[in-house]
């Protein structure tokens, strides 16, 4: 049974950083696609950032550009999202998300990605 677990959210003050981490198991995903999205009360869940099986590509939405920066570790079956300058907008449900096919695209609509995490919570304060 495959899981993605998250885990590093919290609260923290606007201008600090967290870094998230989805550590999956399973089944590997060193050849598939890797996601954060998140989830706004009242609002729908929205891509944040996407990386290529490879490393090599990487998408980010423009509120977060310059801000965030995703990564991935095969060998431990992880990938994470390093978050600074964080502002109280980015306060929101954070999930983890991958695709089931290898060497596939980065995509960035949820009905696209087929595993997700439970959610973490990242609340930043003013």
């Known amino acids: 049974q495959v899981q993605l677990v998250e885990s590093g959210g919290g609260l923290v003050q606007a201008g600090g950083s967290l870094r998230l981490s989805c550590a999956a198991s399973?089944?590997?995903?060193?050849?598939?696609?890797m996601y954060w999205f998140r989830q706004a009360p009242g609002k729908e869940r929205e891509f944040v950032a996407g990386i290529g099986w490879s490393g090599g590509s990487t998408i980010y939405a423009d509120a977060v550009k310059g801000r965030f920066t995703i990564s991935r570790d095969n060998a431990k079956n992880t990938w994470y999202l390093q978050m600074n300058s964080l502002k109280p907008e980015d306060t929101a449900v954070y999930y983890c998300?991958?695709?089931?096919?290898?060497?596939?695209?980065?995509?960035?609509?949820?009905?696209?990605?087929?595993?997700w995490g439970q959610g973490t919570q990242v609340t930043v304060s003013s």
């Open positions: 399973g089944r590997t995903f060193m050849r598939a696609s």
């Open positions: 998300g991958a695709n089931r096919i290898s060497y596939g695209p980065v995509v960035t609509s949820t009905s696209l990605v087929d595993y």
